[in-house]
């Protein structure tokens, strides 16, 4: 007789075939995987038997055909943006998060962003405004934008992005918007965009790589009236924290991008 299948709970706190998981040794030895795809995950510290977790509660420790031990963690948004496919350079957690608290993001934000890239603001943003807000997402290259919608289907997150194909210097369809992002090789072409799309008040943010790029966009979004205009650069540097001997990590990432924020006003008077 054949046995019926026990059907698995969808209890959020175990594990699920159709749902990642994060196997995690350390900070450098990590895998995202999907049960159902990989029911075998090979590794340098031996094979996991991932589909005998499937039932199971996040946070077990599994051990590998060479007798090593790794902890099966549910992922974050940190751990599944870091791991979506990439086409383009994406923007990194420690600049996301003074992002979201900056452009106060939150659910029911309506938000306008350019360019979508890879499509890892988008993620975030699209999970934090979740379940009734919604981000206005621009790529004027599709192929890109191709990569992020992908990305955001796999996080189950499409129902809280509006994907748009175009030049963001020419405009954005959307006005009223409560925050906005640029993440585009000359933003100061973009900032009369984006202030036409945002409502009075709104905070916007920009990420660029160079000084220059830095204060080509102050100038203008000066211009174009924005206040409360500044530029920062997040360093974190990473500790190894043992007793008696903690100390800064020899390793560190010198740079990833000047973020500058504003807000828009009606405009100053001119003389
Ligand atoms: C660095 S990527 C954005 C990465 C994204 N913020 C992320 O975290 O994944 C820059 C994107 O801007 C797009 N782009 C550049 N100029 C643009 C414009 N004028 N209008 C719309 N998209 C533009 C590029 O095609 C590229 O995909």
């Not at 993001?105 to 979740?130: D, F």
């Amino acid at each position: 007789m054949q046995e019926e299948a026990i059907p698995v709970s969808r209890d959020p706190d175990v594990i699920q075939a159709d749902l990642p998981v994060l196997v995690y040794r350390d900070r450098r030895r990590r895998w995202l995987v999907l049960p159902r795809d990989t029911p075998k995950l090979h590794t340098h510290l031996g094979i996991l038997d991932v589909s005998a977790l499937v039932g199971q509660k996040y946070g077990v420790t599994a051990t590998t055909t060479l007798g090593d031990e790794l902890f099966v963690l549910k992922p974050t948004i940190e751990d599944l943006v870091m791991k979506l496919a990439r086409k383009t350079q994406v923007i990194y957690p420690k600049d996301l998060g003074l992002i979201s608290v900056k452009l106060g993001v939150h659910a029911g934000s309506r938000i306008v962003e350019t360019g979508t890239g890879s499509g890892a603001t988008t993620a975030l943003m699209a999970y934090l405004v979740q379940p009734t807000g919604m981000v206005f997402t621009y790529d004027l290259n599709p192929e890109f934008q191709g990569v992020a919608r992908k990305n955001i289907e796999r996080l189950g997150l499409s129902n809280f992005v509006s994907f748009k194909i175009g030049d963001s210097r020419l405009g954005f369809d959307e006005g009223g918007m409560d925050a906005g992002i640029l993440d585009v090789g000359d933003p100061w072409e973009v900032v009369k965009s984006m202030k036409e799309s945002l409502k009075p008040s709104a905070p916007m943010a920009a990420i660029t790589p160079t000084t220059n790029q830095a204060e080509k966009l102050v100038a203008k979004m000066k211009d174009e009236g924005f206040v409360a205009v500044e530029t920062v650069e997040i360093l974190l540097r990473h500790l190894e924290a043992r007793v008696g001997m903690t100390r800064p990590s020899n390793i560190m990432v010198g740079h990833t991008a000047y973020l500058t924020f504003g807000r828009k006003t009606a405009g100053l008077p001119r003389a």
